[in-house]
Nanobody, 123 residues
Framework: VQLQASGGGLVQAGGSLRLSCAAS????????MGWFRQAAGKEREFVAAISRSAGTTRYGDSVKGRFTISRDNGKNTVYLQMNSLKPEDTAVYYC?????????????????WGQGTLVTVSS
């Protein structure tokens, strides 16, 4: 599967953005999907994940209550709605697809990665 993330940009603190990740192929619904982010000089960090049927979602502690992950299997797309953005949310955001059974929060749980989209939050 190929993944294409979009929707990043520059936003002021307190604002919102919605990221999208479009997947190629007909098997999108067989993948758990995740969002990770990587700030300059830091390791890649788990943000959110969603199961194949959207019945299970998981969030990183730093984004709980502010970010929402969702998916539309008919459109082969996963979304990340980001509200109440903070300067520390500034990072390149990556979407990823995993074939495992469990919805993972670590990078090893994902088999395919998109190219990333930059989110910059100004103070």
């Amino acid at each position: 599967v190929q993944l294409q993330a979009s929707g990043g940009g520059l936003v002021q603190a307190g604002g919102s953005l919605r990221l999208s990740c479009a997947a190629s192929g007909r098997t999108f619904g067989t993948y758990n999907m995740g969002w990770f982010r990587q700030a300059a000089g830091k390791e890649r960090e788990f943000v959110a994940a969603i199961s194949r049927s959207a019945g299970t979602t998981r969030y990183g502690d730093s984004v709980k209550g502010r970010f929402t992950i969702s998916r539309d299997n008919g459109k082969n797309t996963v979304y990340l709605q980001m509200n109440s953005l903070k300067p520390e949310d500034t990072a390149v955001y990556y979407c990823a697809a995993g074939i495992g059974i469990v919805v993972r929060t670590d990078t090893r749980g994902y088999d395919y990665w998109g190219q990333g989209t930059l989110v910059t939050v100004s103070s």
